[in-house]
């Protein structure tokens, strides 16, 4: 739990837009017997997708979480510089070490697990699919209905960029 809430799950980022959602990360005490294993898998919460490229640049940033831009920079017409976005970290939710070798995990999804398809031949890319059943408003899980999401890094070694790409009821194959 400590770790999902300090990589942002169950709080809005902060980014100066109007109505940003917090998503849903119930406490402890409101857990289940299943909780722990349903939430490793990705139920029992919601995450918006600025939520989880914030977590994936903590795991890019060598266990920083950043506060998060959506703007890197302002010109003006002449091209002078009006306004550029200063890094800022708002926590350390890993050590180094432990964000190298989550790196390393993420890489070896792409090299040989579950999203060998987001392979790059010009960039070692890290990342993690993921595919939940969608939920209707007051009626749980909605049977053929699903969400599935790419979240990656790269280049892995020394990571540039977060991707997170999510397909709200693909067609055909839906993993």
Do not use: C
Not at 72 to 100: I, L, N, S, T, W
């Amino acid at each position: 739990y400590e770790l999902y809430r300090d990589l942002g799950f169950g709080a809005p980022t902060g980014v100066p837009y109007p109505a940003e959602a917090a998503g849903t990360l119930r406490p402890p005490s409101r857990w289940t017997r299943q909780s722990a294993a349903s939430l490793a898998m990705g139920y029992e919460m919601a995450a918006t997708p600025l939520q989880l490229a914030t977590a994936y640049g903590a795991i890019a940033n060598g266990g920083e979480l950043l506060e998060p831009a959506l703007v890197k920079e302002v010109r003006d017409a002449d091209g002078a510089v009006r306004y550029r976005h200063a890094r800022r970290v708002v926590r350390r939710v890993m050590p180094e070490p432990v964000a190298a070798a989550v790196r390393g995990m993420l890489k070896s999804v792409v090299d040989s697990g579950t999203a060998a398809s987001a392979d790059l031949a010009s960039f070692a890319v890290g990342g993690k699919s993921g595919t939940v059943r969608r939920i209707e408003r007051g009626q749980g899980y909605a049977a053929g209905h699903y969400n599935a999401v790419f979240a990656g890094i790269f280049p892995v070694e020394a990571p540039q960029f977060v991707i997170v790409v999510k397909l709200d009821n693909p067609s055909g194959v839906y993993y």
